[in-house]
């Protein structure tokens, strides 16, 4: 019997894309909408625009972590992107859910159990506390990591 607990969340509601018919996440709320109205402003925006409006950009809108490297310097987003996007993770309760991800929660909705994210990235033979209560066989320590 699989002991992990319901996620305190429920299905993000979704909604067809009026311009190319694809099946998107619903923008509900102040912060998705203005994220939305942004996108309109920005969309025809050109990265050699950008660069020239900001010489630095190649340099701060970069991450570094664990051998990974991002540079999101080009893509079509501005300091006002980043702030509408941060915004609405806090809206959505984004670190909540990482959280519950984390403590091996149910928040795979379609299959009413715990995703196997962290799971499945776990070094070999390591497994947090509800790894070892979950039925999946790919859990076990000898085929993690």
Known sequence: MNETRQA????QRRAR????????RSSSGRR????????????E???????????GRGERLTAE????????????ITDETLTLLLQLAEQSGLRARIDAM???DKINVSEKRAV???????????RS???????????????TG
């Open 8 to 11: 305190p969340f429920d299905r």
């Open 17 to 24: 894309d009026s311009r190319t018919g694809r099946l998107t």
């Open 32 to 43: 998705g909408k203005a994220l939305v109205a942004h996108h309109e402003k920005v969309r």
């Open 45 to 55: 925006l050109h990265l050699r625009r950008l660069f020239a409006d900001d010489p």
């Open 65 to 76: 972590a664990v051998g990974v490297f991002l540079d999101y310097s080009k893509n079509r």
């Open 102 to 104: 984390f403590q091996g």
């Open 116 to 126: 196997l994210h962290v799971a499945l990235r776990a070094p070999r033979g390591r």
């Open 129 to 143: 506390s509800w790894m070892a209560r979950t039925s999946c066989p790919r859990c076990t320590p000898c085929s």
